[in-house]
C-alpha cells in the first residue's frame, strides 16, 4: 500500500508561483509512474502532469510553459513547480501513483491540497 502526502499549495495572486511536493511510502517508488492532477469546482478531474520513473514526461496543454512536473527518486518525492498562475489554474491537486504509463489512471491518490489563484 503506497501513501502519498502533498503539501505546498495554498493562495497565490495571479502571475505568481507555488511548489507542490509529494512524498510517498510504503512502496518501492521506481515502480511507479507518478502524477498530479486537478480538480475545480463543479468541473471534472483532469491530469495536470506525469513523470516516469527513468524521466519521461508528460504536460496537458493549458500548463505548458508554466508547470514543471519532477522528482527525486532518492527522496521518494514528487514536485509540481508552477509559475505564471492563473485563476483557472484553481483547483484541489491531487498527487497520483499509477503502475503504467501513460498514466491514465492512479493506483493511488493523496489527500489533495487547494491552489487558489486570485485575481
Known amino acids: 500500500q503506497v501513501q502519498l502526502v502533498e503539501s505546498g499549495g495554498g493562495l497565490v495572486q495571479t502571475g505568481g508561483s507555488l511548489r507542490l511536493s509529494c512524498a510517498a511510502s510504503g512502496g518501492t517508488f521506481t515502480s511507479y509512474t507518478m502524477g498530479w492532477f486537478r480538480q475545480a469546482p463543479g468541473k471534472e478531474r483532469e491530469k495536470v502532469a506525469a513523470i516516469r520513473w527513468s524521466g519521461g514526461i508528460y504536460h496537458t496543454d493549458s500548463v505548458k510553459g508554466r508547470f514543471t512536473i519532477s522528482r527525486d527518486n532518492t527522496k521518494n518525492t514528487v514536485y509540481l513547480q508552477m509559475a505564471s498562475l492563473k485563476p483557472e489554474d484553481t483547483a484541489v491537486y491531487y498527487c497520483?501513483?499509477?503502475?503504467?504509463?501513460?498514466?491514465?489512471?492512479?493506483?493511488?491518490w493523496g489527500q489533495g491540497t487547494q491552489v487558489t489563484v486570485s485575481s
Open positions: 497520483a501513483a499509477s503502475r503504467s504509463w501513460p498514466m491514465i489512471e492512479a493506483d493511488y
